[in-house]
């Protein structure tokens, strides 16, 4: 049972627009979350995280939104560079744990 | 580069064989997770150990074993392969064992079972 989903498997942006990747989670204990970035033939890299007491969390172009109520998060990235190009997986933690449940992925394109 | 390095990269093999990955962590982390991504899949959790000692267990199949030695690198057993267990394990370090703990991967190991 997927308890964090990614309903959106892809999505392009134009250079220099905002991408907007969103993320949906089940389970309301959920109180820590990530986002990673992800190249071909490398591993995961850790790019931002939230709290469940903050709503928003910002560094840099990156900005991660969470709405504890409607059970979703979302990465916002301003400008868009093709460099961005990468899956983007959030990620969700139990305050009980380390185990960290996935979300499938989004592949971003930032067309130049 | 990450500092974690997985060996083999790439790893083929059949139905019913045992395989062996390895994992050598970052410098000075002291805590090793194993993940597994299968096609579609987001990463599952499998494993974690911290200096030795299994710390956290996910779902992690009964034909599946992992181990940290004194050195700090793990190794993850696959035994028993099915077709269902080819996929991408990837290993990620941390220095300490807490959630807020960085996690950094490596690039993985691709395991096909024909």
């Known amino acids: ?20 990747l969103n993320c949906d989670y089940t389970n309301s204990m959920f109180d820590y979350f990530l986002w990673y ?16 007491i903050k709503d928003k969390n910002e560094d840099g172009r990156f900005t991660v939104f969470l709405n504890k109520s409607a059970k979703h998060l ?38 130049p | 580069d990450s500092g974690v390095t997985q060996t083999p990269k790439h790893l083929i093999t059949a139905t019913g064989q045992r395989v062996t990955l390895r994992c050598s ?11 597994q991504q299968s096609l579609d899949q987001g990463l599952q959790f499998l494993i974690q150990y911290y200096n030795g000692e299994e710390r956290a267990k996910g779902n992690i199949l009964e034909r599946f074993s992992a181990q940290q030695f004194p050195d700090l690198h793990s190794e993850l057993n696959l035994s028993s392969l099915e077709l269902g267990d080819s996929a991408l394990y990837f290993c990620a370090s941390s220095q300490g064992t807490g959630r807020y703990n960085e996690q950094f991967f490596g690039p993985g190991t691709r395991l096909t079972v024909l």
């Open chain 1, 1 to 20: 049972d997927q308890q964090v989903k990614q309903n959106s498997p892809s999505l392009s942006v134009q250079e220099g627009r905002i991408s907007i």
């Open chain 1, 37 to 52: 970035k992800k190249y071909p033939a490398e591993g995961p890299t850790f790019l931002i995280s939230i709290s469940s």
């Open chain 1, 74 to 111: 979302s990465l916002h990235i301003v400008p868009s560079q093709p460099g961005d190009s990468a899956v983007y997986f959030c990620a969700a933690s139990l305050n009980t744990g380390n185990q960290f449940y996935f979300g499938t992925g989004t592949s971003l394109t930032v067309i």
């Open chain 2, 25 to 35: 962590p970052r410098s000075g982390d002291l805590s090793v997770y194993w993940y």
